[in-house]
C-alpha cells in the first residue's frame, strides 16, 4: 500500500507546479487526495456528537432569537398603517416598546447563543487538535525520518486552523439561517405571495453562482495549505540552531532568504487570489439583490399587481426580503465553506488514520523484578522488500554483562541496537528481555527497563532541571543530583550561575558536546533503566572529552545489561562479548582476546582500524 505521507509530498509539487491557473475545476492532485483518503460526512458530525444536548439548546435559542425577530416587520407595519395613520398614540406606544424590547431579548438569546457555540466549537478543535498530536506521537522514527517536520506542523497547525471556523460556526450558522429563511418566506406569504414569488426568482442563479465560487474556492485554499506547509518547514529548517550554524559556514543564507522570499510571495498572491475568487459573481448577485426592491416598488405601484398594498406592508415585505437575502447568502457561503475544507479535513483523516506500527498489545504482561537478560532470537529485519538489514541473530547478554557491537558503517549495528528499545519491530524472530517477548510490553513499562543513551542528544529550550525531569517527572531533588552525580556533570551545574534553573538554549547549544552527552546519560540514568543502550554516545567527541564521558558511562553501566555500538578498542576491549557485524549477520562472537586470536574480521579492524571503512579509528 502507498505511503499517504508520500502520496501528499508528490501533490504537493503538482500543486505548485500548478498555481497560477485559473479554472473552476478543482485541482487534480486534490482530486487524488479525497480519492486516496475520502471524507465520510458522517465522520465529521460524529465530532458534534457528545454535544448533542448543548446542539439542541443552541438550536432552540437560535429558533427563538429568529421567531421573536420576524416580529419586528408585522410591528413596522402596525406602526404605519394604523398608529401614524390613525394617530393612536397608546398602540404607537405599545409597538415601540414591543421593538425595543425584540431587540433586548433578540441581543441577549445572541450572546447566549454565541457563547454556547464558541465554547462548543472550541472544545471540538481542542479535541482533534490533542487526538492528532497524541496520534503522531505514536507513530514509529520511520514515520518521521520520511516525513518532514514542517509537514506534520502544517497539518496539525494550519489544517487543523483551517477547518476551525468551519468546526465552530457551521452548526450554528445552519440551523440560524435556515430558522430565518423558513420564518422569512413563511412571513412574506402571508404579508403577499404575489411579491414573494418576485423575490424568490433570485434563487436558482444564486445557487448556481455559489457553486461556481466554491470550485474556484476549494481549488486556492488547497494551494495555499500547501505552500503553508512548505513554508513551515523553510522556517524549521532555516531558523533553527542546527540550520543557522549550517547557512553561515557554507553560505547559503541568500539562496534560502530567496527561497523563502518566493514561497511568500506565493502565498501573497494566493491570498489576493482567495479574497477576490468569484468577487465578481458576487457583485453580480449583490446587482440582483439591489434590482428585487426596485422591483417590488415597481409592482407595488402598477394599478394592475398591487391589489391594494398599504405602504405598511410594502415597508414590512421590503424588511423581510431583505433579511432573507441575508440569512440565504449565509447558507449559500456556508456550501463554499464546507467544500473548500474538504481537503483539509481529508489531509488531517489521513493523518488520523495512519496505521500504528509499533503499538502497545492488547493483552500486555509484566516483568516483576527484572533483571536484565537480553536474547536475540532468530531476529531478522528489513525496511522493505529490497533486502535484509538484520538476517538470523541469535544473540544472549546475560544480565549484568556487556555486549559490544563492532562493523563497518551499514552493518546493522545502530539497527540491531534499536531493537531492544523497540524502535523497530523485527521482520521475523524475537527479542526478549527475561524470556519476555518486547511485543508483549507496555512501551511505557519497556522504556522504564530499558535507557537509550546516542551521540545525537537533543536537549529542549528550557532548564536543565526539566531537561531531566522529562525522564522521571516524580524524581526529587536528591534522585536528580545522584543521577548527575553518577553522570559526572553534578559539580558543573552547580558551578553555573543559575545551577539546575540554568537554560539549556535551544538544542542544548549552550553546552559543549561531552556536557551534552553527560546531561543525556544523567537523564537516563534517572529512569534507572536495567538495560543500557549505548548507540557511538561518544563518537562525536575529542579524545579529552571522551575520556570523561566514557568513565560517567562505565559508571552508569556498572551493575546493569549494556549494549553498547562501539568504534573504540578502549570500549571494545573491556567488553563481556564483542559481536562482530557483516552485511547484517553475526560471522563473529567472542571476547577481544578470543577474537584476536582466531585472527577473522575483528582482528582485521583492531590491526587496520575502522579509519578506512567508517571514518572511526578502533585504534587505542
Known sequence: MDDPTTNAMSGYGERSRGRGRSGSRPNPADKRQLESSPVNVGRI????????????????????????????????????????AKSNVHLLVLCVLAMVGIAVVTAILGVLQTWLSTAMGQQIMHRLRTDLFTHLQRQSVAFFTRTRGGEVQSRLINDVGGIQSVVTSTATSIASNVTVVIGTVLAMVALSWRLSLLSLLVLPPAIWLTRQVARMRYKITAERQARLADLHVQIEEGLSVSGVLLT????????????????????????????????????????????????????????????????????????LQGTLFRPLMGLLNVGVDITSSLALFSRIFEYQ???????????????????????????SFAYDESGDILSDINLHVPAGTTLALVGETGSGKSTLAAMVARLQDPTTGRVLIDGTDLRDLRLTDLADLVGVVTQDTYLVHASIRENLLQARPAATEAEVEDACRAARIHDLIVSLPHGYDTLVGSRGHRFSGGEKQRLAIARTLLRDPRVLILD????ALDNET???????????????????????????????????LDHGRVVELGTHEELLLEGGKYADLVRGGLETRTGRTLAA
Open 45 to 84: 458530525l460524529a465530532l458534534f456528537k457528545p454535544y448533542k444536548a448543548r446542539i439542541a439548546l443552541v438550536i432552540a435559542l437560535i429558533m427563538a432569537s429568529s421567531a421573536v425577530g420576524l416580529a419586528q416587520p408585522f410591528l413596522v407595519r402596525t406602526v404605519i398603517d394604523d398608529a401614524l
Open 248 to 319: 553561515k559556514t557554507i553560505g547559503s543564507a541568500p539562496a534560502l532568504v530567496s527561497r523563502f522570499e518566493d514561497t511568500s510571495q506565493d502565498l501573497v498572491g494566493l491570498e489576493i487570489r482567495s479574497s477576490l475568487a468569484g468577487r465578481w459573481r458576487m457583485a453580480t448577485m449583490n446587482i440582483i439583490f439591489a434590482a428585487i426592491p426596485a422591483a417590488i416598488y415597481l409592482a407595488a405601484g402598477l394599478p394592475a399587481t398591487s391589489r391594494g398594498m398599504t405602504i405598511g406592508t410594502l415597508v414590512a415585505f421590503s424588511a
Open 353 to 379: 488514520d495512519l496505521p500504528v506500527e509499533i503499538a502497545d498489545p492488547s493483552e500486555p504482561v509484566s516483568i516483576d523484578s527484572p533483571r536484565g537478560d537480553v536474547t536475540f532470537d532468530q531476529l
Open 536 to 539: 557511538e554516545a561518544t563518537s
Open 546 to 580: 571522551e575520556r570523561a564521558v566514557q568513565a560517567a558511562l562505565d559508571d552508569a553501566s556498572r551493575g546493569r545489561t549494556t549494549i553498547t555500538v562501539a568504534h573504540r578498542l578502549s570500549t571494545v576491549r573491556n567488553a563481556d562479548q564483542i559481536a562482530v
